[in-house]
């Protein structure tokens, strides 16, 4: 067994990699040896990040893909960009994701369907592109989706993400049970709120930090660095044995208050 984290030789490709969590498990995976391709649809961005770890991480490979997973013909060509840039690939992380509120009165079917194409079904289709084009042949691999509370817990004005999550949630233990024989695993984390982005509006109400910060155990929100060190774990050596389940990042708010 190795008990280290080193990635070196290993090739990862993570989605929504230009921000957040997707930005911070790159920089994980850079700084243990892996090859990272950094996906993402926001293609400033993506450029503008890629080119500050290739100054900072000089002897590793980031490769960036612009591409919209939504997409099938941009899955495909991420996919393709993959075959020809290295070969291989060892580990997905499927992380790009969109937030969304809305009273469940007024929820519509555009932005439901939205949220669903994103954050639940591109999930899959990476995952069986990914799967069919690389782990099935080679005999191995990690898949690491990302979930969230919302896929463990009711929260009001998010039916549409949590439905995205808990989706998530149980797709990966049925991914884990089908290609278990292929040598590949597949887990989840579930954050609790972190600080990306993702949720701006919410971190510039002072009311609504102020609130989360005490109903949770550790009076603090999580950072990127907090879940990157799980996607880290799944994809290592040390959780070979571990398919089909989600880690829990959440500075124990889901446990109580
Ligand atoms: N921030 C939180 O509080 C929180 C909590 C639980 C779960 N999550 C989940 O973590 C994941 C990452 O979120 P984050 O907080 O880092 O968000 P973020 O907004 O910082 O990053 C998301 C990235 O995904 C990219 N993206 C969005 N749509 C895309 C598409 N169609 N194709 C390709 N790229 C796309 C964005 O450009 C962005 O770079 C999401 O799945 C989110 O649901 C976040």
């Given at each position: 067994m190795n008990y280290s984290l080193n990635f070196k030789g290993k090739s990862v490709l993570i989605t929504g990699?230009?921000?957040?969590i997707g930005l911070e498990a790159s920089i994980a995976f850079l700084q243990n040896g892996a090859d990272v391709y950094m996906a993402d649809y926001n293609e400033n961005v993506l450029t503008e990040k890629a080119d500050e770890l290739k100054v900072k991480y000089p002897d590793s490979r980031i490769i960036p893909i612009v591409a919209d997973i939504t997409s099938s013909d941009e899955v495909k060509r991420m996919v393709e960009t993959v075959k020809n840039e290295?070969?291989?690939?060892?580990i997905l992380v499927n992380n790009a994701g969109m937030a969304h509120s809305a009273y469940s009165i007024n929820e519509t079917e555009k932005d439901w369907n939205k949220v669903i194409a994103l954050n639940l079904t591109s999930h899959f289709f990476v995952s069986q592109s990914v799967a069919n084009e690389f782990m099935i042949p080679q005999k191995s691999g990690r898949i690491i989706n990302t979930c969230s509370l919302g896929g463990i817990m009711g929260i009001p004005g998010a039916a549409a993400y949590s439905a995205s999550k808990g989706g998530v949630m149980q797709m990966t233990k049925s991914l884990a049970c089908e290609w278990a024989r292929f040598g590949i695993t597949v887990n989840c984390v579930c954050p609790g709120f972190?600080?990306?982005?993702?949720?701006a509006d919410n971190m510039a109400n002072e009311k609504w930090m102020g609130y989360m910060t005490m109903r949770t155990p550790m009076r603090r929100l999580a950072k990127p660095e907090d879940v990157a060190g799980s996607v880290l774990f799944f994809a290592?050596?040390?959780?070979?044995?571990?398919?089909?389940t989600s880690l829990v990042v959440d500075g124990g708010f889901s446990s109580g208050s």
């Amino acid at each position: 067994m190795n008990y280290s984290l080193n990635f070196k030789g290993k090739s990862v490709l993570i989605t929504g990699a230009a921000s957040g969590i997707g930005l911070e498990a790159s920089i994980a995976f850079l700084q243990n040896g892996a090859d990272v391709y950094m996906a993402d649809y926001n293609e400033n961005v993506l450029t503008e990040k890629a080119d500050e770890l290739k100054v900072k991480y000089p002897d590793s490979r980031i490769i960036p893909i612009v591409a919209d997973i939504t997409s099938s013909d941009e899955v495909k060509r991420m996919v393709e960009t993959v075959k020809n840039e290295t070969g291989t690939l060892d580990i997905l992380v499927n992380n790009a994701g969109m937030a969304h509120s809305a009273y469940s009165i007024n929820e519509t079917e555009k932005d439901w369907n939205k949220v669903i194409a994103l954050n639940l079904t591109s999930h899959f289709f990476v995952s069986q592109s990914v799967a069919n084009e690389f782990m099935i042949p080679q005999k191995s691999g990690r898949i690491i989706n990302t979930c969230s509370l919302g896929g463990i817990m009711g929260i009001p004005g998010a039916a549409a993400y949590s439905a995205s999550k808990g989706g998530v949630m149980q797709m990966t233990k049925s991914l884990a049970c089908e290609w278990a024989r292929f040598g590949i695993t597949v887990n989840c984390v579930c954050p609790g709120f972190v600080e990306t982005p993702l949720i701006a509006d919410n971190m510039a109400n002072e009311k609504w930090m102020g609130y989360m910060t005490m109903r949770t155990p550790m009076r603090r929100l999580a950072k990127p660095e907090d879940v990157a060190g799980s996607v880290l774990f799944f994809a290592s050596e040390m959780a070979s044995y571990i398919t089909g389940t989600s880690l829990v990042v959440d500075g124990g708010f889901s446990s109580g208050s």
